[in-house]
C-alpha cells in the first residue's frame, strides 16, 4: 500500500514537498519507486523514480527542478519540485514501478496540491 | 517518444465490445507498453502489461495487441464498470509516457 502526503497548497516560486509512505512491502527491494502527476489539460505525465539504491530517472522537462529521496528507515521516498507555478497545480500520485513489467502495477490514492498565493 | 490515443471519446452499449487504439511514434518492442483504466477519484489501475499480458485479477474481457507502433486494447462484452478514461504507457528503461487517454462512455 501506498500513501501520499504533503500541504495540499504551496506558494508560487516555493517548493512542493510530498511523502509516499509504504506500508506490506520493503522499500529496499529491487523495484523502482514512481511520482506521477495529472492535470485536466495535461492528462498524467510521469515525474520520475528512484531505484531502492538512490539511483533516479527524472523527465527532461522537469529534470532542472526536481529532487526524489528515499528513507529506508522510514520505508517511505520523496519528492520534491522546486521553483512551482500555477501549472504544477494537479493530482500527484506515487506508484511502485515494475521495470520487468515495464509499467506501475501499485498506486498510491493520489494528493491534489494547488499553487496559489 | 510520443503514445497518441484514438478515438479521444467513444460511446459505446454496455453488452458490445471496444476497441482503443494506441499509436506510438516509433517502433518499440512489445513488452514496453502497458494499459490503465482510471475512474473518477481514483488512481490508474493496471490492466495489461507487455502489452498483451493481463494483470492479476483483470478480466478476461480485456485483451491487449499489437506491435512496432500499433497496439490496441479490446474489450468483449462491455459492463457498466468498464466505462472510465484509459490510458497506454510506455516505459523504455529510464523515461516513462503517457497517452492522452480514451474516455469511454455509455452511450
Known amino acids: 500500500q501506498l500513501q501520499e502526503s504533503g500541504p495540499g497548497l504551496v506558494k508560487p516560486s516555493g517548493t512542493l514537498s510530498l511523502t509516499c509512505a509504504v506500508s506490506?512491502?520493503?522499500?529496499?527491494?529491487?523495484?523502482?519507486w514512481s511520482w506521477v502527476r495529472q492535470t485536466p489539460t495535461k492528462g498524467l505525465e510521469w515525474i520520475g523514480a528512484?531505484?531502492?539504491?538512490?539511483?533516479?530517472d527524472y523527465n527532461p522537462s522537469l529534470k532542472s527542478r526536481v529532487n526524489l529521496s528515499i528513507d529506508r528507515a522510514k520505508n517511505q521516498f520523496s519528492l520534491d519540485l522546486m521553483s512551482v507555478t500555477a501549472s504544477d497545480t494537479a493530482m500527484y500520485f506515487c506508484?511502485?514501478?515494475?521495470?520487468?513489467?515495464?509499467?506501475?502495477?501499485?498506486w498510491g490514492q493520489g494528493i491534489v496540491v494547488t499553487v496559489s498565493s | 517518444i510520443l503514445l497518441t490515443q484514438s478515438p479521444g471519446t467513444l460511446s459505446l452499449s454496455p453488452g458490445g465490445g471496444a476497441t482503443l487504439s494506441c499509436r506510438v511514434s516509433?517502433?518499440?518492442?512489445?513488452?514496453?507498453l502497458a494499459w490503465y483504466q482510471q475512474k473518477p477519484g481514483q488512481a490508474p489501475r493496471l490492466l495489461i502489461f507487455g502489452a498483451s499480458n493481463r494483470f492479476t485479477g483483470v478480466p478476461a474481457r480485456f485483451s491487449g495487441s499489437g506491435s512496432g507502433t500499433d497496439f490496441t486494447l479490446s474489450i468483449s462484452r462491455l459492463e457498466p464498470e468498464d466505462f472510465a478514461l484509459y490510458f497506454c504507457q510506455h516505459y523504455d528503461g529510464s523515461l516513462v509516457t503517457f497517452g492522452q487517454g480514451t474516455r469511454l462512455e455509455i452511450k
Open positions: 506490506g512491502y520493503s522499500i529496499t527491494n529491487a523495484v523502482w
Open positions: 516509433q517502433s518499440v518492442t512489445s513488452s514496453s
Open positions: 528512484i531505484y531502492h539504491t538512490g539511483g533516479t
Open positions: 506508484a511502485r514501478m515494475s521495470a520487468a513489467m515495464a509499467s506501475m502495477p501499485y
